[in-house]
């Protein structure tokens, strides 16, 4: 299975921005859905935003207008920009691809922690 790696996380204050990466290596699809998902302490993890191999992306409301995902195909490398940051960003954020069979394939997680 492909392997994932994640990125980009840290400390930032309130308004501030960020950049995630999630590397793949290994066996790897270009048709796999690639997705960015969150887990706060004390809650579930839950979806953030996912891009398909054409580029459709579809987000939370909680970060529309705000993240935007985005796919380098030619670098198997799948991102998540993040802007106007508020404390309630705060979580582990974690990488996901899931082949067209349902199988999926989750990244370690990387720490984003947002001041007020």
């Known amino acids: 299975q492909v392997q994932l790696v ?3 996380g840290g400390l930032v204050q309130a308004g501030g921005s960020l950049r ?5 290596s290994g066996r790897f699809s270009r048709f796999n859905v690639m997705g960015w998902y969150r887990q706060a302490p ?3 993890r839950e ?8 580029g459709t ?3 939370a409301d909680s970060v529309k207008g705000r993240f935007t995902i985005s796919r380098d195909n030619a670098k198997n490398t799948v991102y998540l920009q993040m802007n106007s940051l508020k404390p309630e960003d705060t979580a582990v954020y974690y990488c996901n691809s899931r082949q067209l069979t349902g199988a999926e394939v989750w990244g370690q ?3 984003v922690t947002v001041s007020s």
């Open 6 to 8: 994640e990125s980009g």
């Open 20 to 24: 995630l990466s999630c590397a793949a």
């Open 42 to 44: 004390g809650k579930q």
């Open 47 to 54: 979806l953030v935003a996912t891009v398909t191999s054409g």
């Open 57 to 59: 992306t579809n987000y």
């Open 109 to 111: 997680g990387t720490l």
